[in-house]
């Protein structure tokens, strides 16, 4: 079944230079685990119970795989970033998918130079959309930085200097964003000498370029499989692991996508890694992307993205939980 999301928020805002405090100025070691239990307790998603189809093997600009995507939820369209056609997995190319809720294509927007993609944000900007996307990638092909670049349709943009955007934590080397519409709020997991480390701020800070202290700040724990995307709901942070079928992408068996819910007042793991059958019929069907939507009626849900077809014309295809406890 298709539904169609929506819940309206409004932001604004340009992009323009930004650093954020140090680690040490926050007081927050290599080793340190949380900033502060700031954030009140929520429910969570219960990820043994049943997913359901959003939309399942749709077309993208290009014919390579998706990276992960994210809701305009005040103007109610879908944002799907791919691999760029032709493009080297250091280059950082992106092309970010224009489409609506039922996984009609619309536009499409070229980003040179930008990152990996594992995970980025679709802020509402009036009838616009801004993208809190990584930027100026690395050698190995992920950001240093984030931007909000306003999307443009049928364009090609080359990323900003990683000192013309923003770094929230001095000193990480690598850095990727979603959102939480519903409690808003954005979770930042960036590098660190240390390992991977996992910051969240009131969405006012990236409307306000203000960061300041994130409301916590912890290690990432450590989960085994294939790391594919993350997102926020609440006080839990939802962690997606996985890869294709192997082979020639033939379904076999039920595959080895997991999702981990972690409570990110002690960033421990609060369920999980559990299994998810979504989709398990599909050809490839590689876990790509969480994202968090709230219908009009009030339904919370947590959106998990695939990439699935055959090679030379791989398609999103997109399936929700929405059971809390």
């Known amino acids: 079944m ?18 954020g405090a140090s680690l040490a100025a926050l007081g927050l070691g290599a080793g340190a685990q949380t900033a502060a239990a700031d954030v009140t307790a929520t429910k969570r998603f219960d990820l043994t ?24 939820w005040e103007n109610k369209f ?18 970010i998918n224009k489409m609506d809720f039922d996984g009609n294509y619309i536009s499409y ?3 040179d130079g930008f990152g990996h993609g594992v995970a980025f944000a679709a802020l509402p900007s009036g009838s616009d959309t801004e ?13 240093t930085a984030l931007a909000p670049i306003r999307y443009t349709a049928n364009t090609t943009l080359g990323s900003p200097a990683a000192s013309a ?25 960036y590098h660190t000498s240390a390992g991977k480390r996992i910051a969240v701020y009131p969405l006012s800070a990236f409307e306000t370029r203000n960061f300041g ?14 790391p594919q995307g993350y997102t926020l709901y609440g006080s839990y942070m939802y962690y997606l692991t996985g890869d294709a079928y192997p082979g020639d992408g033939t379904p076999t068996g039920d595959g080895n996508t997991y999702i981990t819910s972690i409570d990110i007042n002690t960033g421990l793991v609060k369920q999980g890694p559990v299994l998810t059958k979504a989709g398990s019929t599909l050809h490839h069907r590689e876990p790509e992307g969480l994202a968090i939507y709230r219908t009009d009626a009030g339904e919370a849900r947590l959106f998990i993205g695939f ?16 059971a809390l406890i």
Request: hydrophobic share 30%; net charge positive.
């Open 165 to 189: 955007a923003y770094q929230p934590i001095a000193g990480a080397s690598e850095y990727t964003c979603s959102v939480d519409p519903v409690y808003r709020r954005m979770i930042v997991r």
């Open 78 to 95: 879908l944002f799907v970033a791919t691999k760029r056609s032709g493009s080297p997995e250091s280059a950082g190319d992106l092309c």
């Open 109 to 111: 927007m070229h980003l």
């Open 131 to 143: 993208l809190w996307i990584e930027c100026a990638a690395n050698t190995g092909g992920y950001g």
């Open 307 to 322: 990439a699935t077809g055959v090679e030379g014309d791989r398609r999103s295809s997109i399936f929700y939980k929405n």
């Open 49 to 72: 119970q049943p997913s359901y189809d959003l939309f399942r093997s749709k077309d993208t600009h290009g014919a390579r795989v998706q990276q992960s995507f994210a809701f305009d």
């Open 213 to 226: 202290s994130p409301l916590v700040d912890f290690k990432q724990p450590t989960i085994s499989g294939t």
């Open 2 to 19: 298709n539904h169609t999301p929506g819940f309206p928020l409004s932001r604004r805002g340009l992009i323009r230079t930004g650093v």
